[in-house]
């Protein structure tokens, strides 16, 4: 048995939510020592880390400067973030310890949206006709030449936040400002912010990928849920452990075309893409893992374990991305019916549901101002459910029963609130 101390290291910027990312620490404290490194003390991740660093931000500067005090006591053989926010940070160590992964300037690609469209661009790759503006009148001659309906999106934000569908010149001055605004922490202040896209029809699927020595290995295939138009909040996931688009040359094509547009060799990425009577189109790529819990329905539909295998990259060791399942598996997201709806009280009823029920989790507390899209958005959300099944149908009826199960108490709005509508 391999002693605590001969593991190798990991180094891990930030741990995100608990409930949204603790299944990853779990497994990779199994193989790895863990070092967290972030602006807050650990709490829950205590039991998964071998060590942790506080920074005073999570900056760039801050992170590198801890990093090197750390590889100046101890070897380092590996370093992730699992979150947008600091995937250029844990690049920009590999890139100065000299660990694997994808470099920096390449992840920066896949942060700013406008360098992942002009690099696809230049390799012909197939995503839909865009321009970056810095204006509403610059907004407006662009979906002018695009030709409406158009999607509006922040360069550089993360989780559909800033992204609308509109559909004429009225619904886009009405909307831009709020796109242009979004607040993107640990970016470069650019002079222009906002992409102008063609729409593109078709159904939006997500792909987790292993990218190992530039070979890019789909392992989840998520298919998404959208709703609230115009805008495009992710309602829900669906992931098959055998999904037929893991093996469909096309997109296998179009994946290593897009990562070596990108730049990226090592890593976990999460690939979004429309599936368009054309073949598919990139929406954008994340060079982390997928957010929304769609690798936890990817492992308990498959048996891969995603932890695992990004840790395993990250140190530079082949991942193991086999199957060993073929279940599917699914997660619903609730939202309240109004803005600034007061919550009393959120749960489930538990009695009677199906053994395809995995996870029930209220998401907001008593107290708690929630609102629905768009004045909320993933922080709208007031509970999740997660369902395994050995059947497509049958993990969408246990879903439904979680929904039918769930039980909101909510409280009057408070006057200043309602004064303010």
């Not at 509006?152 to 400002?177: H, M, N, T, Y």
Request: glycine content about 8%; proline content about 8%; charged content about 25%.
């Amino acid at each position: 048995m391999t002693r605590p101390e001969e593991k190798p290291l990991l180094l891990v910027i930030t741990s995100g939510l608990q409930r949204y990312r603790e299944y990853l620490l779990r497994s990779i404290a199994t193989r790895y020592r863990v070092h967290l490194i972030d602006s807050v003390a650990p709490g829950w991740e205590l039991p998964h880390l071998a060590g942790s660093t506080v920074v005073p931000d999570t900056g760039a500067q801050s992170v590198l400067a801890a990093a090197r005090r750390i590889a100046a006591q101890q070897p380092v053989s590996g370093v992730m973030s699992w979150h947008e926010e600091h995937i250029v940070q844990a690049a920009l160590v590999a890139e100065e310890l000299g660990l694997p992964g994808t470099r920096a300037a390449a992840v920066h690609r896949c942060r700013d949206k406008f360098a992942t469209r002009t690099a696809l661009e230049a390799e012909k790759l197939p995503q839909p006709a865009f321009e970056l503006v810095g204006d509403l009148q610059e907004a407006l001659a662009a979906a002018d030449r695009l030709g409406y309906p158009v999607v509006i999106k922040p360069r550089a934000a993360g989780g559909s936040q800033g992204v609308v569908l509109v559909r004429d010149a009225a619904e886009l001055a009405d909307q831009f400002g709020a796109t242009r605004d979004v607040p993107v922490p640990h970016t470069p202040d650019f002079d222009r912010v906002v992409l102008v896209e063609e729409y593109l029809a078709g159904p939006e699927i997500s792909v987790d990928s292993v990218v190992f020595e530039g070979r890019v290995a789909p392992v989840f295939v998520g298919r998404k849920e959208i709703g609230f138009p115009p805008y495009f909040e992710e309602t829900g996931h669906r992931v098959s452990g055998a999904d037929p688009l893991l093996s469909d040359p096309d997109l296998l094509r179009t994946l290593t075309g897009i990562h070596l547009a990108l730049g990226v060799t090592d890593g976990w990425t999460h690939t979004e893409l429309k599936l368009t009577p054309d073949g598919p189109k990139l929406i954008e790529v994340n060079g982390r893992l997928g957010g929304d819990l769609i690798p936890y329905l990817g492992m308990r539909a498959s048996g891969v374990d995603p932890g695992l295998a990004a840790a395993d990259v990250a140190c530079g060791t082949p991942p193991v991305t086999a199957p060993s399942e073929a279940a599917f598996a699914g997660v619903r997201f609730f939202y309240p019916q109004r803005n600034d709806t007061v919550i009393e009280s959120v749960d489930f009823d538990r009695a009677g549901l199906p053994e395809e029920i995995d996870r029930l989790e209220p998401l907001v507390g008593r107290g708690e101002v929630v609102s629905p899209p768009r004045k909320g958005l993933i922080d709208g959300r007031i509970a999740l459910a997660t369902a395994v099944a050995p059947t497509a149908e049958a993990c969408e009826a246990a879903l439904d029963r979680a929904q039918n199960a769930l039980r909101l108490s909510v409280g009057e709005p408070s006057a200043d609130r309602e004064s303010a509508e």
